[in-house]
């Protein structure tokens, strides 16, 4: 009963910047944490930032000073601004929402996780 759309991803030039977002759709009451994870070829997925509900923001170490999460609680929406891109930083990026609760057919349901399609995005000259 929730979908996710995910959106922003390309390639870009080393320094270059990007704007990924993620929407939630549906009969949604509340959304806990959302946030972002990527998973770069041969490693593991890593977290790259969140932020809950209130504001509170948390960032991986090696994006912090050049990335920004920030959410839209009235559209659902989280987004991630992408600024002085590095080659590392090239991986595909997921967006993932905890404790979701939305309206279903029976009544009110609650996903503990939500996670999108992932989005690639390629730093390169």
Known sequence: QVQVVESGGG?????????????????????????????????????????????????????????????????????????SLKPEDTAVYYCNADDVVVAGSSGVLEYRGVWGQGTLVTVSS
């Open 11 to 83: 390639l870009v030039q080393p320094g270059g910047s990007l704007r990924l977002s993620c929407a939630l759709s549906g009969s949604i009451f509340s959304i806990n944490a959302m946030g972002w994870k990527r998973q770069a070829p041969g490693k593991e997925r890593e977290l790259v930032a969140s932020v809950t509900s209130s504001g509170s923001t948390n960032y991986a170490d090696s994006v912090k000073g050049r990335f920004t999460i920030s959410r839209d609680n009235a559209k659902n929406t989280v987004y991630l601004q992408m600024n």
